[in-house]
């Protein structure tokens, strides 16, 4: 690429580059970032750079859809800094494969200051017409993605009605390729299931100890002692309840096949996915050569595993009032105190007891596996949030005397009064959180008459 406008260190210093790489997971080549980097310094030379001191940041195996990575992060933060004069990139799907947000991050660089150029797409934003070149470029690349993942789609859809085997071979069946390995060659698609008779049979075996009203445990037991092979990519060779439920539920063992349960929804905005259960876009499928029990067995023991349920109108999906929260933050104290040992944030954990555990014992840099339960740590928190509460008076005084004497001395008292002001807003945030905690904690304490209090005090 040859610049029309020259490189030009700024009066006085040394010209600063901000030089940006990415790969993504599909792409799977490390070697990419630094032929990228290279790739930029190249162009610089032959465009006659002056001398330049460079900067390189990259993200590894993340998609350009995602609009928070590391690295990418790091260069926003940069330029609201105007850390660099320029910054280059290969082209602008490294930065973003995202229409707007690419857009967003390069208007905010030229705002700066900062000079953009993208090599194979030939924006520079010393040039006039760079916003035209850099929108139909976003686009496109916007666009190369959702046409792969259409190509992808289309050849699943293709592969689906010629009863082709998807996704993982189940337990039951054995699957072989329509070109068996050679000498030559690796084996090769498309892949056909048929019924693998000793699997099916175990299966069969266990389909009739549910219908018996069989303990599932014992089930599980039973079908780990046999052996039965379990899906590729599982994490323990033995059967949990949970895996006999699974089996118990598959349907095509009663020759009814499904595929595409869940599909993966992008977000718009963040670029992250999420699965997703679309009831219209399932695809199903009469498999007759793949049954392994008959329809009247399977219903039976479905229904042993029904009448087991103890809740039935639970909402499930995004109608849980719970969804899309993660696990580990579905607490109000979550992350708002940190382990003594370690520092680490205290995160929620576990299901039905629950309590507070170190951040850091997952990533192996902290011993303390202690859990402090969530009831114990709510009731003395919310002690001690009642105490303080009742004491207000001469909070209240010593903050009336701090701000008098403030505003006595009168230095700095735009600095002081934002400092105090951002205390406020944190402690407040931090008490709304604290409210919530009581509030959900035990009924019967005597807790309950927080409120009362409360009111009292206001009177
Ligand atoms: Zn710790």
Redo the contacts with the bound molecule.
Sequence with gaps: MRLRTPLEAPNGRILKVGEYARYSTEEQNPRSIPDQFAYSEKVLSENNAPDYEKTQLSDAELSGELVSRPGIDRLRRGIARREWDLIIVEDSSRLYRHETECMVLVEEAVDEGIRVICINDFVDTAEPDWRERLHDAARHHAQTNKYTSHRIKRTHEALWNLQAGLGKCRQGYSRRASYPATDREPERGPFFDSVNPTEAAMIKTAYEMVAAGDDLALVADWLSKQGLRKCSGAKYSDYSVKNVIDLIRRTIHRAFDTYRNKVSEKKLRTGKSRQRHRPEKVLTREMPHLRVVSDSLWYAANRMIDSRRRKTNVPSGDDHPLANIPRDSRFPLTKLFV?D????KMWSDGRNEGGYR????RSEC?W?KATALRDCVHKKISEVVVRELLSLDSTLDILVERINSVLRSERDYERQSLKLRNQVQKLTEECERLGEAVAKGKRDDPLETLLNLLVKKEQ
């Design positions: 382990c040992i370690c520092g680490n170190c951040g850091g014992v902290c303390n």
